[in-house]
């Protein structure tokens, strides 16, 4: 007797007409709930108040935070991008400012070597930027970009600001090296311009920090030198030309001889600030020849 072979179970399925007719039983109680939505006061109404309506404010809720949380992170990128903009623009302008404040400090200073040409206009004279300074604060020893290639030579007057910076010490083929007037080793033979009275100007850095140098010598019998005189190199100097202004007398006492008065000048070039000089290409011994 053969052995007897198990049955497979038939699954169960429901038919697709009912599932069309599930599908439309719940479309028309959809559709009654809805009619029944829209009449006040019905049992309906009242469930769906307390049961769709919160979850519909929820839903509101939680789609009207992350359209806010869209727009602020919008407007954050806008004000970055905004921000970033003005930052371009600030340093832009910071940049014009600091060109135009080099620009205006340019043109004062060659307004001032203008006049200063206009105003020893009998002499020849060759323009110069200065490339190198002194160890300290002032410019009282500096180095300029023109040499004997130029023409220049030693012991050629320098100008600058409103008068007598110094001389030319050393000389290569583009620089030469200036001593000004205010170094401790500088000694100008000038005279009192209103009097002619002569004396002897001195550098002296020690006294810059007061903003002058020292004078001795001043043979004022008269007493008619008083504070604020021009001084001006004297026509007796050895190596400056006569008649350049040194600066103005800003004190003055009589000597312990009671013969001779001293005091201090205050220079008329300004040797914190330099940039640009006058080279007068004439020198003392030829124009006495």
């Known amino acids: 007797m053969s052995p007897r072979v198990p049955q497979k179970k038939e699954k169960f399925t429901i038919p697709a007409k009912y599932w069309m007719l599930a599908v439309l039983i719940i479309c028309g109680i959809l559709l009654l709930v809805t009619f029944l939505v829209d009449i006040p006061n019905t049992p309906a109404n ?22 806010q949380r869209k727009e602020m992170l919008t407007t954050i990128e806008k004000l970055q991008k905004e921000n970033e903009e003005l930052r371009t623009e600030v340093n832009s302008l910071t940049d014009e400012n600091i060109q135009l404040k080099q620009e205006k400090f340019e043109l004062l200073s060659l307004r001032e070597l203008f006049e200063l040409d206009e105003q020893y206009s009998d002499y020849e004279k060759v323009g110069a930027r200065v490339i190198a300074g002194g160890t300290g604060n002032w410019f009282d020893s500096f180095t300029i970009d023109k040499g004997s290639n130029d023409g220049l030579e030693a012991d050629m007057n320098v ?31 000038a005279q009192v311009l209103s009097t002619s009275d002569r004396l002897i100007v001195s550098g002296d850095l020690e006294s810059m920090k007061e903003n002058h140098i020292r004078f001795t010598d001043l043979y004022d019998e008269e007493n008619k030198v008083a504070v604020g005189d021009k001084v001006v190199t004297s026509n007796i100097s050895d190596k400056f030309l006569p008649g350049i202004l040194i ?28 940039s640009e000089v006058l080279v007068v290409t004439e020198m003392k011994q030829a124009t006495e020849e």
């Open 46 to 67: 009242v469930v769906v108040g307390y049961t769709i309506v919160p979850m519909q404010k929820g839903v509101t809720a939680v789609g009207s935070f992350f359209v």
């Open 159 to 189: 100008l600058s600001g409103s008068g007598l910076c110094g001389r030319i010490v050393a000389v290569g083929p583009n620089w030469a090296r200036v001593l000004a007037v205010i170094d401790d080793t500088s000694n100008v033979s």
């Open 247 to 274: 600066g103005y007398i800003s004190s003055i006492e009589s000597d312990p001889n009671n013969l001779t008065k001293s005091g201090y000048i205050t220079p008329a070039v300004d040797f914190k600030h330099m």
